[in-house]
């Protein structure tokens, strides 16, 4: 599977080149172009945003599981002026404070970054992914996009719970053990007490 890194790496290759042709309209819509046609054959949930932090794509696997329209216009990389953080109510409420957070730190300092949150599907449940995001520049180093791969890591996520609440359990039940013990040394304690006592009457 790409990397995000060999993407990023990709498509800023053909950045020099075009920048040089000297038709930065035409550059940029093939690259748009490319970038799209790229990430929608990853097997993954990826997408890209403008330098200013405005979700501006998304992929395929992506768009159908947040339940877009076919025509919406994050299927094809159409910029309509969102705000950085416009798709934070995709997101479970739990979830939005850190995700802000996370994301306007990448904003703030040009850094990669990566976090983990639950994501609602066309059917309005969550899913828990993993998102790393990487910073697209030309080669002047002036940001183009913000490039993102967002991994499905639910079953992961069930199985630590899973072994949170063992681990919770097996606590528990040392716990009850450890009462038992204690109690069992108090009827010990209570029987040699009271054998004692009826060996002195006797």
Not at 109 to 131: D, H
């Amino acid at each position: 599977m790409l990397s995000l890194l060999s993407i990023c790496g990709f498509v800023g290759c053909m950045m020099p080149a075009m920048a040089s042709a000297g038709h930065e309209s035409e550059s940029k819509h093939l690259l748009e172009a490319q970038l799209r046609a790229t990430l929608n054959v990853i097997p993954a949930y990826t997408w890209y945003a403008a330098p200013s932090g405005a979700l501006t794509f998304v992929n395929e696997r992506h768009a159908d599981y947040l339940g877009l329209p076919k025509d919406h216009p994050l299927r094809f990389g159409i910029d309509v002026g969102a705000e950085w953080d416009s798709h934070i109510p995709l997101l479970h409420p739990d979830d939005h404070a850190e995700m802000r957070r996370a994301w306007s730190h990448c904003l703030r300092t040009g850094r990669p970054g990566k976090v983990s949150f639950r994501a609602r599907n066309a059917e309005g449940g969550y899913r828990w992914f993993l998102s790393r995001v990487e910073p697209l520049r030309a080669s002047d180093g002036t940001l183009l996009y913000w490039m993102g791969v967002t991994l499905d890591i639910e079953e992961r996520k069930q199985a630590e719970e899973k072994l949170r609440r063992s681990e919770t359990y097996l606590i528990e039940a040392l716990a009850d053990v450890t009462k038992s013990e204690d109690r069992l040394r108090l009827v010990i304690d209570l029987f040699r007490h009271v054998s004692v006592f009826a060996g002195c009457e006797a």
